[in-house]
């Protein structure tokens, strides 16, 4: 099993509608990251949280660490937002693990 | 800043030939990521260092695969003897402490 699992794998959404995307690990972390990348495959990093919640424009990170869960959420989704958006985790005296990414399309 | 810099874009050579990819982090950055990203395995980290020092190597894949950072400017990452199975977009990325790190645009290796 993976330590890092993302869903949904694949997302199509219309635009203006509110997205989740969700990320559960397996191990202790010291933060976990989101990170976008485009269809080009350039990659930036969205956020990185180790409690609570951040927000950004219009995506907002959650995370639980208890229930070692985090979410992204996109509000009034754009189809600039198209990507894939990735969940990495640092797990505690250990490499950075990558989720399988999760694939946005949004639609005009 | 120009971000970070990752040369040359794209790679392509024969199996045995030697690779070099380089990297100029962000100026002031005082950590440096190598990453390999594959369609079957994903992104991977292969290495970072702190202030040019390397912290962890464990996921370099094999003794093929050699990484320096002589200064805080620069960093290469070498493959010797190069294999097809190495074809992959390389991806180096710098932080400042241990926040947001900028990912550059990558290097595309394709090893024939």
């Known amino acids: 099993k993976n330590e890092v699992e993302q869903s949904p794998q694949n997302l199509t959404a219309q635009e203006g509608e509110f997205i989740t995307i969700n990320c559960s690990y397996s191990?202790?972390?010291?933060?976990l990251h989101w990170l976008q990348q485009h269809p080009g495959g350039g990659i930036v990093s969205l956020f990185m949280l180790s409690s609570g919640k951040k927000k950004h424009g219009r995506l907002i990170a959650t995370i639980n660490i208890q229930e070692k869960h985090s979410s992204l959420h996109i509000t009034a989704s754009h189809p600039r937002d198209s990507a894939v958006y990735i969940c990495a985790v640092e797990p505690n005296n250990n490499d950075m693990r990558f989720g399988a990414g999760t694939r946005l399309t949004v639609k005009p | 800043d120009a971000g970070v810099i990752q040369s040359p874009r794209h790679e392509v050579t024969e199996m045995g030939q030697e690779v070099t990819l380089r990297c100029k982090p962000i100026?002031?950055?005082?950590?440096l990521f190598w990453y390999r990203q594959t369609m079957m395995r994903g992104l991977e980290l292969l290495i970072y260092?702190?202030?040019?020092?390397?912290?962890?190597d464990s996921g370099m894949p094999e003794d093929r695969f050699s990484a320096k950072m002589p200064n805080a400017s620069f960093s290469t990452l070498k493959i010797q003897p190069s294999e097809p199975r190495d074809s992959a977009v390389y991806f180096c990325?710098?932080?400042?402490?241990?926040?947001?790190?900028?990912f550059g645009p990558g290097t595309r290796l394709l090893v024939l």
């Open positions: 191990v202790g972390i010291s933060a």
């Open positions: 260092f702190n202030n040019n020092v390397p912290i962890d």
């Open positions: 100026s002031g950055h005082d950590y």
């Open positions: 990325a710098s932080s400042f402490v241990e926040e947001t790190q900028y």
